[in-house]
């Protein structure tokens, strides 16, 4: 007998395997249990590990509840993740999970819903809180690292209202829109950061500290901002594309605006509308599956040459990569119907962390 072929990852047929593989709740939140806890269960609230879980023995309690010996707290896998006091069962932020995982250019929140069986609204929120577990600012680039900056949002528009057709209204450089750095290692990670409506050497020069290593080759266009900061590292070369000069050997910006164009097409194509207030979670979206991407090469055998292919990680990788992150991390619906991040243990409302780090690292 021939053994059933494996279904495809990104295909519907996984997603009824995904689902034939965890049925149940109680099977979704052990795997949930897993992934967030690799090292057993701790207390959100005070860290301790000194836990216990409560077992349906004649009391009646919720499932996978737990309690904390050291400080008393109960609490369960969702406890103070993006996923906190859900009333969605656990098996549709599967479902959420996988179909945004494997949509190579992001889904939207009118899409997802109709995929997983939720209203627009919840599907929105959904996607942020996954989002926020989406933050790639660990490790640095090293080696070859393309530097660029990219402008997001909507183009300025033209002024039909013959009041104000006197009013200029900059493009390029002088523009109001959002300003995006990308850096990309060849042939390895990316980073992305929201800088602000203009931006000057001096925040190119902090995310390039932040997230590229002093020993790096910096390649760039001829901006000079980028040139002005990419003097602290080991090497630095141009490309001067208005000279109608694109690659001397090793020495070009494809990849990088590689990146760019994909975040332009994610925005096009996909989220049509990006706030300035989200933009840096949607950018940590793009960004973390641009990363999730790993590559094959194969030379070939008869005239030496050498092949790339690409693939992305199994999603189960995927999402532990994710899930491990998701401790601290509460996104709330605040009383306006937008979204809201309680700190980790006092009371009140913080800044998401995404927003955090653009407010830190490039105070606007
Ligand atoms: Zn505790």
Redesign the pocket.
């Known amino acids: 007998m021939v053994a059933k072929r494996e279904p495809r990852e990104d295909s519907l047929e996984w997603l009824e395997w995904l689902e034939r593989t965890y049925p149940t709740e109680t099977s979704v939140r052990s795997l949930f249990e897993r992934l967030v806890w690799p090292n057993g269960a701790h207390?959100?609230?005070?860290?301790?590990l000194?836990?216990w879980r409560f077992r349906k023995k004649g009391r009646s309690s919720r499932d996978g509840l737990f309690e904390?010996?050291?400080?008393?707290?109960q609490?369960t896998v969702t406890t103070k993740t993006p996923m906190h006091a859900t009333k969605l069962p656990l098996r549709t932020w599967l479902k959420a999970l996988y179909v945004t995982l494997i949509s190579s250019k992001g889904i939207s929140s009118v899409m997802l819903a109709k995929q997983i069986g939720v209203r627009q609204p919840t599907a929105w929120k959904m996607a942020h809180a996954i989002r926020e577990m989406m933050d790639d600012r660990d490790s640095l680039l090293d080696g070859i690292v393309e530097v660029d900056t990219t402008y997001m949002g909507g183009r300025p528009r033209k002024n039909l209202d013959p009041r104000y057709k006197h009013v200029y209204r900059p493009r390029g450089k002088a523009t109001t829109r959002p300003e995006v750095a990308v850096a990309a290692e060849r042939g390895g990670r990316v980073k992305a950061a929201f800088l602000s409506s203009s931006a000057n050497s001096e925040q190119i020069g902090r995310f390039m500290g932040r997230f590229i290593s002093p020993d790096a080759h910096i390649i760039s266009d001829d901006d000079k901002a980028i040139g002005k900061a990419a003097r602290a590292f080991k090497d630095h070369d141009t490309v001067t594309h208005g000279k109608k000069q694109y690659a001397r050997g090793n020495v070009h910006s494809n990849t990088v605006e590689g990146i760019a164009a994909l975040l332009k097409r994610t925005q096009l194509g996909i989220y049509n509308q990006l706030s300035k207030r989200h933009l840096q979670r949607y950018i940590d979206e793009i960004v973390f599956r641009k990363n999730q991407r790993r590559t094959i090469e194969t030379i070939n055998q008869r005239d030496g040459t050498v092949q790339v292919q690409f693939y992305h990680r199994p999603f189960i990788d995927q999402l532990e990569e994710l899930l491990v992150r998701a401790v601290g991390r509460q996104v709330r619906r605040s009383n306006e119907g937008g979204l809201e991040w309680p700190l980790p243990i006092a009371t009140g409302y913080a800044l998401a962390p995404s927003i955090a780090f653009t407010k830190t690292m490039f105070q606007r």
């Open positions: 207390c959100p609230h005070c860290g301790s000194d836990v904390c010996r050291h400080c008393r707290g609490f």
